[in-house]
């Protein structure tokens, strides 16, 4: 079984602000602005939150209600009303990075978790505002439990008549390598049969915050020593090289993740380990 831990939500590059932490630590990942999806700003429905109104605060009034965004990867029932009764959670990937994935075989049984950039909000005078000198944050927001990979490529008519509810994924073009991975109904026996193989994080606990917090840089990780590579234990895919590691007390592993990428791929075969932070990830 192989983790991928895929960097998704609002970034520097894409929506040009973090994710908001609201008050009482609920996170919400804000899919990125896009112009080519039929989903709007005015049609995500979040947590009770009136979530246009956030990100029109929060973006200095740059985005607005009417913006277009990328609804990838699609795993909270909720954000959309009126869904297909046969809905499953599903995510798409195209390019470079679906081709890094091709490459390190991912497919039916491994576990995408996701995660982004998070920094606290809170209101002033009715308007949102990033908390001041509130810390930026690498959170793990969700996952994504494969069932089926679907090759869209000269295969949207077959798609549709099989996953109908897949109508509006803004990856269901006819790219050559596009991409799309359809989310199990339960997670993994050993994890928990109680959740759902796909779906989101609503709040934020310590084992979610992959930024190490004693540093001013959200890209600098605190993991558990059984993420630590050797010669024999191939490390994440992009942070191969060494130097990238440090091992603390063997107890804990500080990882200076790389700026840039999508999908990080590890082979939890060789890291058993890892299993005891996954049960301790689902289950408080």
């Given at each position: 079984?192989k ?49 246009a ?32 009764k046969?809905w ?26 996701y ?44 798609i ?5 509810w ?33 779906g989101?994080f ?32 191939l ?16 107890e804990?592993v ?5 700026g840039r ?12 380990n ?5 049960l ?5």
């Amino acid at each position: 079984m192989k983790i991928i831990l895929s960097r998704k939500g609002f970034d520097s590059a894409n929506g040009g602000m973090p994710s908001p932490i609201f008050p009482e630590n609920i996170i919400v990942s804000l899919p990125i602005p896009s112009s080519h999806s039929p989903t709007k700003i005015s049609g995500l429905n979040v947590n009770g939150y009136d979530i246009a109104n956030v990100i029109y605060d929060l973006s200095s009034k740059r985005l607005t209600s009417e913006q277009y965004v990328h609804l990838d990867p699609d795993i909270d029932h909720n954000i959309l009303t009126n869904r297909h009764k046969n809905w499953q959670g599903a995510f798409g990937q195209v390019g470079a990075s679906q081709k890094h994935l091709s490459n390190n075989y991912v497919g039916k049984g491994d576990l995408f978790i996701y995660f982004g950039w998070f920094r606290e909000v809170e209101q002033h005078h009715q308007v949102w505002q990033f908390k001041k000198n509130a810390p930026d944050l690498h959170v793990i927001y969700g996952w994504l439990l494969v069932e089926n990979v679907i090759s869209v490529y000269n295969n949207t008519t077959s798609i549709l008549e099989k996953y109908p509810w897949l109508e509006c994924h803004p990856h269901l073009y006819n790219n050559i390598n596009n991409t799309i991975y359809i989310g199990s109904k339960t997670l993994l026996p050993e994890i928990s049969e109680n959740y759902s193989g796909y779906g989101i994080f609503k709040s934020i606990r310590d084992i979610q915050i992959l930024t190490d917090m004693r540093q001013g840089n959200r890209s600098i990780w605190k993991l558990p020593a059984c993420f630590y590579p050797s010669e024999e234990k191939l490390a994440l895919t992009y942070h191969r090289k060494k130097e990238r590691w440090t091992i603390e007390n063997n107890e804990v592993v500080i990882l200076n993740s790389v700026g840039r990428g999508q999908e990080f791929v590890l082979d939890i075969g060789l890291y058993p380990n890892i299993n005891r932070w996954l049960l301790d990830l689902f289950i408080p």
